[in-house]
C-alpha cells in the first residue's frame, strides 16, 4: 500500500480557502485517492475520492496532478466548524474484493474566528 | 447518525472482565471493519470481514476476538485486557467496488481499570 505524507498541522481563518497536500509517490495504477474528515471522538467521515484530474462535491475539490503523486484537497471558505483532522489515504480493492485503507497521522486543521 | 450504529458508546471495564462491542450497519454493505484508535496516534487496522470472512488480522493480541455473524453485525469480543488497550474502537462498513469509501460509526470509548 501506497504510503501517504501530509503536513502535521495548518492554521486558517474563517472564509479562507484551505488547500490541503497530501504526496503518495508510491501510488499503484489501481489505487484510489480518498479523503476522510475526523472531529474527537468520533469516527472518520468520508469527504471526497477520486482517481485523476479534477473531482468536485458540494463539500470539497480534489485536484489530482497527471502524475498521480501527490493530491490537493480545497475547501472553500472555512468555517470554525470545519477544524478537524483530515487525513489522505492511498488504496484500492484488494483481491477478495474488500478495500483496505491504512491510516496516517493525518493534518490537524485549526479555523479560527 | 451514518448508518453504521456502535454499542455501547462509552465502557468501563475491568482487567479480569469479559465485555462485547457491538457493531450494526444498514447499508448493505459487504466488508466490515475493527479500527482502534489511541490517544495521539493514527487509526490502527485491527480486522477486516469481506462476505462474512475474516479476511485480515493485523497482529491483534488474542484477548481481542471478533465474530461476524452476518453482513450486518460486527462483534468484538474482549477478555483480559490492559489498561494500555484504552482507546477509542471505531467500526466501519463499505461495498465492494463502491466509490463512497467508508462509512464510520461513532466508535466507543473503551477504558481498562
Avoid at chain 1, 487525513?87 to 497521522?105: D, M, S
Wanted: hydrophobic share 30%.
Amino acid at each position: 500500500l501506497a504510503k501517504t505524507t501530509q503536513p502535521i498541522s495548518m492554521d486558517s481563518y474563517e472564509g479562507q480557502e484551505v488547500n490541503i497536500t497530501c504526496s503518495h509517490n508510491n501510488i499503484a495504477t489501481n489505487d484510489y485517492i480518498t479523503w476522510y474528515q475526523q472531529f474527537p471522538s468520533q469516527g472518520p467521515r468520508f469527504i471526497i475520492q477520486g482517481y485523476k484530474t479534477k473531482v468536485t462535491n458540494e463539500v470539497a475539490s480534489l485536484f489530482i496532478p497527471a502524475d498521480r503523486k501527490s493530491s490537493t484537497l480545497s475547501l472553500p471558505r472555512v468555517s470554525l466548524s470545519d477544524t478537524a483532522v483530515y487525513y489522505c489515504l492511498v488504496g484500492g480493492v484488494v483481491t477478495g474484493g474488500y478495500n483496505k485503507l491504512i491510516f496516517g497521522a493525518g493534518t490537524r486543521l485549526a479555523v479560527h474566528p | 447518525e451514518t448508518g453504521v450504529t456502535q454499542t455501547p458508546r462509552h465502557l468501563v471495564m475491568g482487567m479480569t472482565n469479559k465485555k462485547s462491542l457491538k457493531c450494526e450497519q444498514h447499508l448493505g454493505h459487504n466488508a466490515m471493519y475493527w479500527y482502534k484508535q489511541s490517544a495521539k496516534k493514527p487509526l490502527e487496522l485491527m480486522f477486516v470481514y469481506s462476505l462474512e470472512e475474516r479476511v485480515e488480522n493485523n497482529s491483534v493480541p488474542s484477548r481481542f476476538s471478533p465474530e461476524c455473524p452476518n453482513s450486518s453485525h460486527l462483534f468484538l469480543h474482549l477478555h483480559t485486557l490492559q489498561p494500555e488497550d484504552s482507546a477509542l474502537y471505531l467500526c466501519a462498513s463499505s461495498q465492494e467496488g463502491g466509490d463512497d469509501g467508508y462509512t464510520f460509526g461513532s466508535g466507543t470509548r473503551l477504558t481498562v481499570v
